[in-house]
Nanobody, 121 residues
Framework: QVQLVESGGGLVQAGGSLRLSCAASGRTFGYYHMGWFRQAPGKDRNLVAAVSAVGGSTYYADSVKGRFTISRDTGKILYLQMNNLKPEDTAVYYC???????????????WGQGTQVTVSS
């Protein structure tokens, strides 16, 4: 079992930056691939970035490549550094954990409660 708690969301102007954090608990955190999803109002929840259990592999959605960076540390913290934010990045962001392929959305079994990111134009 993995418990996840996100933080770091907020309101930022277009072009600005935010860093999201996800604190994980559970003895088996190191065995899970981790991902960040987002859901905008009226839209599906989609994977935007993921990192493998040992941190050697990453995945990014095309919409965030070159702007977002996912990372994890041995202290059970997952990060999402978001730069050059755009109004279309506005969404609730969730961290999640999976034992399946890191880019397989349906495999994510553990979820945080989400944190709101709002980008003003």
């Amino acid at each position: 079992q993995v418990q996840l708690v996100e933080s770091g969301g907020g309101l930022v102007q277009a072009g600005g930056s935010l860093r999201l954090s996800c604190a994980a608990s559970g003895r088996t955190f190191g065995y899970y691939h981790m991902g960040w999803f987002r859901q905008a109002p009226g839209k599906d929840r989609n994977l935007v970035a993921a990192v493998s259990a040992v941190g050697g592999s990453t995945y990014y959605a095309d919409s965030v490549k070159g702007r977002f960076t996912i990372s994890r540390d041995t202290g059970k913290i997952l990060y999402l550094q978001m730069n050059n934010l755009k109004p279309e990045d506005t969404a609730v962001y969730y961290c999640a954990a999976t034992r399946g392929p890191l880019d397989w959305e349906n495999g994510y079994a553990y979820w945080g409660q989400g944190t709101q990111v709002t980008v003003s134009s």
